[in-house]
């Protein structure tokens, strides 16, 4: 079992790691600023964090996203104020998920149905703290809010559906399943 093989500690670790490499690379291609994008996998990683190991990795998503706004704009009240938005959305969609009865493994429509209204309405959050927090740091004018609230939000909600029922799903047991056909995974990427 996950929950007693690696300790907390690790756990936040890895999440603040993976958001952060995530995070950079999906920086690289920015949309709107340097803070928006149309594809956000942290969202997704971070849900599946949650899902996984527990709400205590809500700290490993806190710094993951913490630092990687810092190393974008190296102000350290928006990069809170950014990470607390991104954290508290995925915590909200987690929740949801959970109240739900979501199942992991995702095998009704059901489950997808789910994932796709938990991850809608608690990336409404972070997208919307996201984008009053840099429109109140002067790095968005007023005018362009409707747009960048728009590709926040997208951009969260496709990381969600992109990253979270892969990580979800992965196993021990799925990787020596996928082992024995290298040949088409080759092939499909």
């Not at 958001?19 to 996998?41: E, M, N």
Request: include cysteine; charged fraction near 10%; aromatic fraction near 12%.
């Amino acid at each position: 079992d996950e929950q007693s093989v690696i300790p907390l500690t690790v756990k936040l670790f890895l999440v603040a790691l993976v958001y952060f490499v995530s995070g950079r690379l999906g920086l690289a291609i920015p949309y709107v600023g340097s803070h928006i994008t149309l594809i956000w996998l942290p969202t997704g990683i971070a849900v599946a964090a949650l899902l996984r190991w527990g709400t205590l990795c809500w700290l490993g998503i806190f710094i993951g996203a913490f630092v990687t706004n810092f190393s974008v704009d190296a102000n350290p009240a928006l990069d809170a104020c950014i990470a607390l938005g991104t954290t508290l959305g995925t915590l909200l969609t987690a929740w949801l998920l959970r109240w739900t009865k979501f199942q992991a493994t995702i095998d009704s429509s059901k489950d997808i149905l789910f994932l796709i209204l938990a991850a809608a309405m608690g990336m409404l959050f972070s997208a919307s703290v996201g984008v009053s927090s840099l429109v109140l740091f002067k790095l968005l004018s007023l005018q362009d809010v409707g747009a960048a609230w728009l590709s926040w939000w997208a951009g969260d909600f496709v990381g969600v559906l992109l990253a979270a029922p892969l990580l979800l799903n992965m196993s021990i047991a799925e990787f020596k399943k996928i082992a024995g056909q290298r040949l088409e995974i080759l092939v499909w990427c």
